[in-house]
């Protein structure tokens, strides 16, 4: 006898070409979270792979009418947990509408579909001599979508900014089923709110995005590299703080500790050296003699901070290999164990302070804690490493992952400043924001999703 499950999911096919809905337990369970380690998710009711935005539409509304939460979902590279499924919900995967669709090179925009690959994006637009700055360090496998979900920022943050800072324009179902467009493809315009930046960043709690236009900047010249090897973590701290007193523009500044370039030299036999304690990684795209004299400030910063070693590179291949291990720390230190992701964003001036206490939290509760950040903007990824299935160690960690969230707020931070809150900084969100911004969080919301489908209980604390 069919379940009122099944029945309901029936009914959802009955609306969509033939195809687009799984609702087969083994279909299902590649879809069930993303890669925020420990976030809690439930069993879907079904996944919807649509193909078109009025498709979409079509499954809002459906959801609307059945009272059923909606989760969108992208490559599923987040580390928050905002793209879980939640129990008897519908995920909507946007892997079947990853087409770029325009790109005028004249206006310097591309128009998109959200599940196009953030890398393979950047690889099409180079072909017009432009360039698409947001780069996560998840940029070959995350999607476009995902990256508007989370306002995703990246190794170029510091110099660029973030996803919001390209994002012109959006396609979007409403929380009632509705298609419109938000923002516009002209270089200027003021006219009404900015619906754009309120949707960015949203992690699908406000509206469907099935349409993307980003801005494109010029392709940057080669960059220099400047590296600085650190005995300590907050010596390396403390030439952020002074790279951000000089007022130079890098175009990236990295920190890399000893235990992320062990493990993933030990991955990918790269020939790291992990004599430093922390390494610095910091680039200039500036040209000419702009270039040189912003090059000579990295490595005068890095010396004065205590730096064992600072000089520009002469080896391109060395430079790119640094590089690359900052983007490979991540999925290298996941073979180790389960890894509790931070992304706690402080000013700059502090990093050094904040650094410090991040290793006095590990010691306390006796975990391992490896450290990679976009040092230059102050997004500080603490990587909390705990062996598989050691539960006293998971509990430790939840600990310090709290601790440090305490720390960045004390040091006028944020709890997030690209992962996005999902499910697992609710509590920290919560200390954060005051009330009355809490209140015009859950006003926009209901405005915006009146039937509470769009990804209920993630990225804004309940009211009080």
Not at 291 to 311: H, K, N
Not at 360 to 377: E, F, M, R, S, T
Not at 414 to 421: A, D, L
């Amino acid at each position: 006898m069919p379940t009122s499950e099944t029945t309901g999911a029936a009914t959802l096919e009955a609306r969509l070409p033939a195809g687009r809905v799984l609702t087969a337990q083994a279909s299902l369970a590649g879809y069930l979270h993303d890669e925020g380690e420990w976030a809690v998710y439930g069993d879907p009711r079904a996944v919807v792979r649509p193909e078109s935005t009025q498709e979409v539409a079509e499954v809002v509304r459906w959801c609307a009418e059945t009272g059923t939460p909606l989760v969108a979902r992208g490559a599923g590279t987040g580390l928050s947990g905002a793209a879980n499924a939640i129990e008897g919900c519908v995920v909507v995967s946007f892997e079947r509408m990853n087409a770029v669709l325009e790109v005028n090179a004249a206006e310097r925009w591309a128009r998109v579909q959200p599940g196009v690959v953030n890398d393979d994006l950047r690889a099409q637009v180079a072909q017009h001599g432009l360039w698409y700055p947001p780069d996560p360090a998840s940029s070959p496998w995350s999607t476009i979508g995902g990256n508007v979900a989370t306002n995703a920022g990246g190794m170029c943050g510091v110099k660029y900014g973030v996803t919001r800072d390209y994002v012109l324009e959006l396609e979007v179902v409403t929380g009632t089923g509705e298609i419109t467009r938000l923002g516009t493809r002209t270089a200027k315009g003021v006219a009404g709110y900015n619906l754009v930046g309120l949707i960015v960043g949203s992690e699908g709690t406000l509206a469907v995005v099935t349409e993307v236009v980003v801005r494109l900047r010029p392709l940057p010249p080669a960059p220099i590299t400047v590296a600085g090897m650190f005995d300590s973590l907050v010596d390396a701290g403390r030439a952020v703080a002074l790279v951000a007193e000089s007022g130079i523009s890098p175009s990236a500044l990295e920190l890399v500790d000893r235990h992320c370039l062990k493990a993933v030299d030990d991955w990918k036999h790269m020939g790291l050296s992990t004599d430093a304690n922390a390494v610095l990684i910091g680039r200039t795209d500036a040209r000419g003699e702009q270039g040189e004299f912003e090059a000579a400030e990295l490595a005068r910063c890095f010396e004065e901070a205590g730096a064992s070693v600072a000089a520009v590179s002469a080896d391109e291949q060395e430079s790119e290999a640094l590089y690359a291990a900052r983007r490979l720390a991540y999925p290298a230190l996941e073979r180790l164990g389960p890894v509790l992701t931070e992304d706690v964003c402080v000013p700059r001036a502090k990093v050094p302070d904040v650094l410090a206490r991040i290793e006095q939290i590990a010691a306390a509760h006796d975990v391992l804690i490896a450290n990679i950040a976009h040092a230059g903007d102050g997004n500080l990824h603490p990587l909390i490493i705990t062996e598989p299935g050691d539960e006293a160690a998971k509990a430790r960690a939840h600990a310090a992952f709290t601790e440090i969230i305490d720390a960045a707020l004390a040091a006028g931070g944020t709890v997030s400043g690209e992962h996005g809150v999902g499910t697992l900084k609710l509590d920290g969100l919560a200390k954060e924001l005051p009330p009355a911004s809490l209140a015009l969080h859950h006003a926009v919301k209901h405005a915006l999703d009146p039937h509470g489908i769009l990804n209920p209980g993630r990225a804004i604390p309940p009211l009080p």
